[in-house]
């Protein structure tokens, strides 16, 4: 079986982020890291290619990225996870490409790998949580011409179908679909896994591939900001918040956090 996990490098959740003077997110910082939600996708595909017998004779996990060079420590972490080979798709040519473009790519480098040997399943993770947009998978889906399902929680490949399960506050659904699929999951049902340290120290063994546009076969003019569809009209830092109350101390001070909430009308 031969799964690609699309993995993206953002910036971490808990450092201050800024915008450039284009007010797009600056990127590349030192603490920039694998997003959480692809930990969850790569244990899928993780899991889903064991059960047909990964990492044995024939079977492939491979992680993608598309970045800029810091993205590389994405597939690091990735390859330290279990992945057994990495692809960076990286030009200068892609900066400033919205989601759209983003996902030309993607499809673009998974086509290439298809070609070599064919591709059962890509699996993305449920959102990049620094774009929050979800819209990669489809277009990714869209672009390769291949089907897609949503926000997996359980994932089997059977005689070339691909079948899902997904749970929502009322029912739940099974679907199936021709492999190859694009599939994305949930980031509740696959906790993913720590690196070990002999993980990590296979890592670094692991081949990554960098692939320019030109590798892929991409036209320049389909990705950029010429070739996508939306742009940054205006982006600003969030304001400091205002009006806050910080009540520091022991249990004296719990009067006076029973005097604010009543003034506030909680009592
Ligand atoms: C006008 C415009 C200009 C932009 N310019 C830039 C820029 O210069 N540089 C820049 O980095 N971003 C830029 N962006 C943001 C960029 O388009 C988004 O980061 C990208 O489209 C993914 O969006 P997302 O995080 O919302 O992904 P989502 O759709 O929320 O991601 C869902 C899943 O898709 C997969 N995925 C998403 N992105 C990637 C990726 N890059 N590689 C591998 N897998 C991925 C992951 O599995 C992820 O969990 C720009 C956006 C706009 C609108």
């Known amino acids: 079986m031969r799964v690609v996990v699309c993995v993206k490098h953002v910036p971490d959740l808990q450092s201050p982020r800024s915008l450039g003077d284009d007010g797009r997110l600056v990127r590349g910082g030192d603490d920039d890291t694998l997003n959480e939600l692809d930990e969850d996708a790569l244990e899928a595909g993780l899991r889903t290619a064991e059960a047909a017998g990964f990492p044995g004779e ?70 990049g949580l620094d774009g929050l947009t979800s819209l990669v998978p489809a277009a990714l889906a869209e672009v390769l011409g291949w089907p897609q399902l949503t926000l997996a929680d359980r ?62 076969g991409l036209d320049p003019a389909a990705v950029g900001p010429d070739g996508s569809t939306t742009r940054v009209v205006e982006a600003a830092e969030h304001p400091e918040r ?15 956090l029973v005097d604010f909430l009543s003034q506030k009308g909680f009592a």
């Open 58 to 127: 024939g079977h492939d996990v491979t992680v993608l990225t598309v970045g800029p060079a810091p993205a590389v420590e994405a597939l690091r972490r990735g390859l330290a996870m279990g992945a057994s080979t990495a692809v960076h798709v990286t030009d200068e040519q892609v900066a400033g490409s919205d989601a759209i473009a983003t996902a030309r790519v993607l499809a673009a480098a998974v086509a290439k790998l298809h070609a070599e040997q064919p591709v059962d399943l890509v699996v993305a993770g449920m959102a």
């Open 155 to 216: 994932i089997t490949v059977a005689d070339g179908v691909v079948s899902v399960r997904r749970e929502t506050s009322t029912h739940v659904e099974e679907l199936t679909a021709p492999a190859p699929a694009v599939l994305s999951v949930t980031d509740q049902a696959f906790r993913a896994r720590f690196p070990n340290f002999k993980g990590i120290m296979a890592a670094r063994k692991k081949p990554v591939t960098t692939w320019s546009l030109a590798d892929v």
């Open 242 to 256: 205002t009006g806050r109350v910080l009540v520091t101390g022991d249990a004296e001070t719990v009067p006076a």
